[in-house]
């Protein structure tokens, strides 16, 4: 979090702010993925991460500053960092299987 003295940001620009480290990583890793030709980046969406259960993909919109993920459809308690982290590894492989199908057969009709 930013702290905040006496001075007045607008919570707008302090989550622009706070994004900028995590743009300048993504960049830096492009670019060296640009030096060694065998690696890959793959940019997956993490837009609700947090907020969909890994288990049975309910989405749980008014999670707030929970640190647990907490399913009401099914039960599964969960730290929510993990939770996210692991729907992220999710949508690659589902990327990636819709990627590689397509390759290998064609695109689906």
């Not at 030709?37 to 929970?66: A, F, M, P, Q």
């Not at 308690?77 to 590689?100: G, K």
């Amino acid at each position: 979090m930013v702290k905040r003295a006496n001075r007045r940001i607008r919570s707008k620009t302090t989550r622009a702010m706070l994004g900028w480290s995590h743009y300048r990583f993504k960049q830096r890793l492009i670019n060296k993925t640009r030096e060694y030709l065998w690696c890959k980046v793959t940019i997956c969406d993490e837009h609700y991460t947090s907020k969909t259960c890994g288990n049975c993909g309910y989405l749980h919109k008014k999670l707030g500053s929970n640190k647990t993920f907490e399913c009401t459809q099914c039960q599964i308690e969960i730290d929510r960092d993990f939770n996210a982290a692991r729907n992220i590894v999710l949508r690659f492989l589902t990327l990636n299987r819709a990627e590689s199908s397509d390759s290998v057969l064609g695109p689906t009709l």
